[in-house]
């Protein structure tokens, strides 16, 4: 068993049923068997799951894990797939889709269920006049998957904002709530992303009351030269309309975003690159250590807007991998690994992935 690093709004509704139904409280929970995975992933790529099955509370997700212990299969937690990248033999196991729903303001306070698509909790706290998410606007998945990977754009991350996350655990079958703290939030990273099968998010809580724009980011600097006040509306749209630009449209065309992490290396490994790269820039993070955009060094090693077969580097970002079309998760694979090559070969820098590959 394993938990998914992404997930996403999608709700799925299965239409055939095997004949392996779950007796809950007097009903049964439906599981379907062999359903293709690839078309529930933004990367629109992968084979089908053994099983799988919508859950729509805790009930129903504490019988998706006995079924699967009682079976002697492996699980993977699934939302939207905008994060990962599946096999092309699937999944060989239980694949469990929440479906929690609900969106709770209070004070300034809000709670989601895990299955909320992200982007409606933004516009919905944007709506009620909060600057505090406007900047992760626009970005596909779930409200459950946010912590997982502590998401973050234009100079936000949600663990900055995050009260506590409620997660299942599956071995004891028991709600749980995990403390801002607990979380261990850090640059792409959460104790939730190194879990395992301990930890499944359920719901999130987030603190809005830092109700205030961030207008630090270089891009968003820019947008606002003239308007120094922008309302919270005017933030989002801005951070859309910068996103669309650089990202293209998942509902055309297959891909997972960003596909590496941008590295934190110290400052004297940045002294040394800045001579074959003059104008790469860093930020500061903590002590001697700085992060780079690795984007900037993949572009200038010739990779952005190449094709490598039905898979390639995006023409507007290098750092997005696009399904041209019949794409494979060999093809993705073969691609990845020949950019983190190239990257260690020029800089001596070993990039890690940020969209996890479920095989």
């Given at each position: ?58 009930e ?96 936000v ?5 995050i ?123 903590d002590?001697?250590?700085?992060k ?8 200038r ?8 077969g ?20 060999k ?29």
């Amino acid at each position: 068993m394993f938990l998914a690093t992404a997930s996403g709004g999608t709700h799925i509704r299965l239409l055939f049923w095997s004949s392996h139904p779950l007796a809950i409280a007097g009903r049964k929970m439906k599981i379907d068997r062999n359903v293709e995975l690839g078309p529930l992933t933004t990367f629109k790529i992968g084979g089908p799951a053994s099983y799988f099955v919508s859950v729509n509370n805790i009930e129903e997700l504490r019988e998706a894990f006995s079924f699967a212990e009682e079976n002697n299969l492996s699980t993977f937690i699934l939302g939207g797939g905008s994060n990962i990248l599946v096999a092309d033999e699937g999944f060989n196991g239980l694949v469990i889709h929440p479906v929690f729903c609900g969106i709770t303001f209070n004070g300034n306070e809000v709670s989601a269920g895990a299955g909320e698509s992200w982007d409606k909790l933004v516009l919905e706290s944007v709506e009620r006049g909060y600057y505090t998410l406007s900047n992760l606007s626009n970005i596909p998945g779930s409200v459950g998957a946010a912590p997982v990977q502590n998401i973050g754009a234009y100079g936000v991350s949600i663990g900055d904002f995050i009260e506590n996350v409620e997660v299942f655990c599956p071995k004891e079958k028991k709600i749980k709530r995990v403390s801002n703290k607990d979380c261990k939030f850090s640059y792409r990273d959460s104790i939730f992303k190194n879990s395992g099968n301990n930890l499944v998010i359920t719901k999130v809580k987030i603190n809005l009351k830092e109700n205030k724009p961030n207008l630090l980011y270089k891009d968003i600097t820019n947008y606002f030269k003239e308007n120094k006040n922008p309302t919270p509306k005017e933030l989002r749209d801005a951070v859309i309309s910068i996103r669309c630009k650089k990202f293209p449209d998942i509902k055309e065309t297959g891909t997972a975003g960003s596909f590496f992490k941008n590295p934190i290396i110290k400052e004297r490994k940045y002294i040394e690159l800045k001579e074959k790269f003059p104008d790469l820039p860093c930020y500061k993070t903590d002590g001697k250590l700085v992060k780079i955009p690795i984007a900037y060094i993949i572009e200038r090693l010739g990779f952005k807007g190449k094709n490598d077969g039905a898979v390639g580097v995006y023409e507007n970002h290098s750092l997005v991998l696009i399904n041209n079309k019949n794409a494979t998760f060999k093809d993705v694979n073969r691609l990845s690994k020949k950019i983190i090559q190239d990257v260690k070969e020029k800089t001596g820098i070993e990039i890690e992935k940020e969209v996890t590959f479920v095989n």
